[in-house]
Protein backbone atom coordinates (compact mmCIF):
# COMPACT_ATOMS: atom_id res chain seq x y z
CA UNK A 1 0.00 0.00 0.00
CA UNK A 2 3.03 2.09 0.32
CA UNK A 3 6.09 2.25 -2.16
CA UNK A 4 9.38 3.99 -1.67
CA UNK A 5 10.92 4.78 -4.92
CA UNK A 6 14.91 5.84 -4.77
CA UNK A 7 17.05 7.04 -7.41
CA UNK A 8 20.52 8.76 -8.41
CA UNK A 9 22.86 5.73 -7.75
CA UNK A 10 25.84 5.55 -10.23
CA UNK A 11 29.23 5.11 -10.73
CA UNK A 12 31.44 8.06 -9.24
CA UNK A 13 35.15 8.59 -9.05
CA UNK A 14 36.89 9.09 -5.59
CA UNK A 15 36.27 12.93 -4.47
CA UNK A 16 32.85 13.13 -6.58
CA UNK A 17 29.12 14.03 -5.45
CA UNK A 18 25.90 12.43 -5.69
CA UNK A 19 22.38 12.76 -5.39
CA UNK A 20 19.74 10.17 -4.33
CA UNK A 21 16.12 10.69 -4.14
CA UNK A 22 13.21 8.67 -2.08
CA UNK A 23 9.43 9.40 -3.33
CA UNK A 24 7.00 7.86 -1.11
CA UNK A 25 3.72 7.35 -2.40
CA UNK A 26 0.36 4.86 -1.52
CA UNK A 27 -1.68 5.04 1.41
CA UNK A 28 0.15 7.84 3.42
CA UNK A 29 -1.44 9.80 6.65
CA UNK A 30 1.81 11.35 7.86
CA UNK A 31 5.74 10.41 7.92
CA UNK A 32 7.42 10.40 10.39
CA UNK A 33 10.83 9.83 10.40
CA UNK A 34 12.95 8.98 6.50
CA UNK A 35 16.44 7.63 6.68
CA UNK A 36 19.57 6.20 4.58
CA UNK A 37 20.78 2.86 4.87
CA UNK A 38 23.57 1.71 3.05
CA UNK A 39 24.32 -1.86 2.63
CA UNK A 40 28.50 -3.55 1.53
CA UNK A 41 28.40 -6.75 0.41
CA UNK A 42 28.85 -9.07 3.24
CA UNK A 43 27.90 -6.49 5.84
CA UNK A 44 24.96 -5.65 7.86
CA UNK A 45 22.38 -2.51 6.74
CA UNK A 46 23.22 0.50 8.71
CA UNK A 47 22.11 3.83 9.09
CA UNK A 48 23.89 7.08 8.06
CA UNK A 49 21.43 9.83 7.94
CA UNK A 50 18.07 10.25 8.92
CA UNK A 51 15.63 13.30 9.19
CA UNK A 52 12.56 13.78 11.15
CA UNK A 53 9.09 15.20 10.33
CA UNK A 54 10.24 18.10 12.01
CA UNK A 55 13.65 18.42 9.58
CA UNK A 56 15.75 17.12 12.74
CA UNK A 57 18.94 15.47 11.48
CA UNK A 58 20.85 12.72 12.50
CA UNK A 59 24.38 11.42 10.77
CA UNK A 60 26.87 8.41 11.07
CA UNK A 61 30.47 10.03 11.75
CA UNK A 62 31.62 8.60 8.80
CA UNK A 63 29.28 10.47 7.09
CA UNK A 64 29.71 13.95 9.07
CA UNK A 65 30.74 16.75 6.83
CA UNK A 66 30.12 14.83 3.78
CA UNK A 67 26.92 14.39 3.07
CA UNK A 68 23.34 15.96 3.82
CA UNK A 69 19.61 14.81 4.10
CA UNK A 70 17.02 16.38 3.38
CA UNK A 71 13.18 16.47 2.71
CA UNK A 72 10.24 17.85 0.72
CA UNK A 73 7.08 16.72 2.95
CA UNK A 74 4.93 18.32 0.44
CA UNK A 75 6.52 15.46 -1.87
CA UNK A 76 7.42 13.20 0.51
CA UNK A 77 10.86 13.15 -0.50
CA UNK A 78 13.77 12.48 1.01
CA UNK A 79 17.21 13.30 -0.59
CA UNK A 80 20.56 12.45 -0.02
CA UNK A 81 23.28 14.59 -1.08
CA UNK A 82 26.83 12.78 -1.00
CA UNK A 83 30.25 14.84 -1.57
CA UNK A 84 33.26 13.80 -1.00
CA UNK A 85 32.76 10.18 -1.98
CA UNK A 86 35.33 7.36 -0.57
CA UNK A 87 36.08 4.34 -2.32
CA UNK A 88 34.33 2.46 1.36
CA UNK A 89 31.12 4.88 0.75
CA UNK A 90 30.28 2.37 -1.92
CA UNK A 91 27.16 0.06 -1.18
CA UNK A 92 23.80 -0.51 -2.03
CA UNK A 93 21.74 2.48 -0.17
CA UNK A 94 18.21 1.81 1.37
CA UNK A 95 15.66 3.99 1.80
CA UNK A 96 13.88 3.87 4.61
CA UNK A 97 10.47 5.32 6.46
CA UNK A 98 8.15 5.23 9.10
CA UNK A 99 4.56 6.14 8.11
CA UNK A 100 1.69 6.65 9.64
CA UNK A 101 -1.71 5.51 8.10
CA UNK A 102 -4.94 6.73 8.17
CA UNK A 103 -6.15 4.28 11.53
CA UNK A 104 -2.64 6.18 13.62
CA UNK A 105 -0.84 2.80 12.76
CA UNK A 106 2.93 3.48 12.24
CA UNK A 107 4.41 1.15 9.73
CA UNK A 108 8.62 0.54 8.84
CA UNK A 109 8.66 0.54 4.53
CA UNK A 110 11.83 0.24 2.56
CA UNK A 111 12.72 0.92 -0.98
CA UNK A 112 14.38 -1.63 -3.37
CA UNK A 113 17.89 -0.01 -3.03
CA UNK A 114 20.27 1.96 -5.12
CA UNK A 115 23.54 0.68 -6.31
CA UNK A 116 26.06 3.56 -5.24
CA UNK A 117 29.70 2.69 -6.65
CA UNK A 118 32.65 4.91 -6.21
CA UNK A 119 35.73 3.52 -7.89
CA UNK A 120 38.54 5.11 -10.51
Known amino acids: QVQLVESGGGLVQPGGSLRLSCAAS????????MGWYPQAPGKQRELVAD???????NYADSVKGRFTISRDNAKNTVYLQMNSLKPEDTAVYYC??????????????WGQGTQVTVSS
Open 96 to 109: NAKIYDRVGILRTY
Open 26 to 33: GSIFSINS
Open 51 to 57: ISSSGST
